[in-house]
């Protein structure tokens, strides 16, 4: 199984600072048949369910905000947060679809 | 408008069962993979299982292999998820998940979850 593992735990950050999330897989996520890192980001408000926000590693989802990217390749992976706005405080997880069982990492909680 | 909609969590006895449900619209159902992915109770997301789109493929977590069993109705338009010999800690909020079919491997629409509590 390839397991997940984020750091920080959690983070606060002053709005309109930067925050930065850092993930790591246990095995390499990148596929070279497609040249896709099967890599995503999901951010979770209380109460409610996950939001897809990055996937392959570093492409958007329609209609995220630009002020959230994500980098990195194989085992490693970035999502950053350019400028904290008060509507960004939740729970970010990264998540591995590149072989089954799909795992997720402990996720981390930003708030500022 | 993608809309999922969970059914069919409540209160079971250790040892007990319980069949979920989800109803899908707003979308091709039967060209979707399917998934259910729970979250205990102030926890992280763990994937439960997978279905591909004519249902004749299916995959599970060790955690729930031999217990669970997902299925799908695609004339419904409906996802299920067969727990059985469930155990306290099952208990958490069961999410379905749309896996579209254009190859991002990403889970792009989640329902709003139904709670499935595990208590004698």
């Known amino acids: 199984d390839i397991v997940m593992t984020q750091s920080p735990d959690s983070l606060a950050v002053s709005l309109g600072e930067r925050a930065t999330i850092n993930c790591k897989s246990s095995?390499?996520?990148?596929?070279?048949?497609?040249?896709?890192?099967?890599l995503t980001w999901y951010q979770q408000k209380p109460g409610q369910p996950p939001k897809l926000l990055i996937y392959w590693a570093s492409t958007r989802e329609y209609g995220v905000p630009d002020r959230f990217s994500g980098s990195g390749s194989g085992t490693d992976f970035t999502l950053t947060i350019s400028s904290l706005q008060a509507e960004d405080v939740a729970v970010y997880y990264c998540?591995?679809?590149?072989?089954?069982?799909?795992?997720f990492g402990p996720g981390t909680k930003v708030d500022f | 408008e993608v809309q999922l909609v969970e059914s069919g969590g409540g209160l079971v006895q250790p040892g007990g069962s319980l069949r979920l449900s989800c109803a899908a619209s707003g979308f091709t159902f039967r060209s979707c993979w399917m998934h259910w992915v729970r979250q205990a109770p102030g926890k992280g997301l763990v994937w439960v299982s997978r279905i591909n789109p004519d249902g004749s493929n299916t995959d599970y977590a060790d955690s729930v292999k031999g217990r669970f069993t997902i299925s799908r109705d695609n004339a419904k338009n409906t996802l299920y998820l067969q727990m059985n010999s469930l155990r306290a800690e099952d208990t958490a909020v069961y999410y379905c998940?749309?896996?579209?079919?254009?190859?991002?491997?990403?889970?792009?629409?989640w329902g709003q979850g139904t709670m499935v509590t595990v208590s004698s």
């Open positions: 998540h591995q679809y590149y072989s089954v069982p799909l795992t």
């Open positions: 998940i749309r896996d579209p079919v254009d190859g991002r491997r990403a889970f792009d629409f």
């Open positions: 095995q390499s996520v990148f596929s070279s048949s497609t040249n896709k890192n099967y």
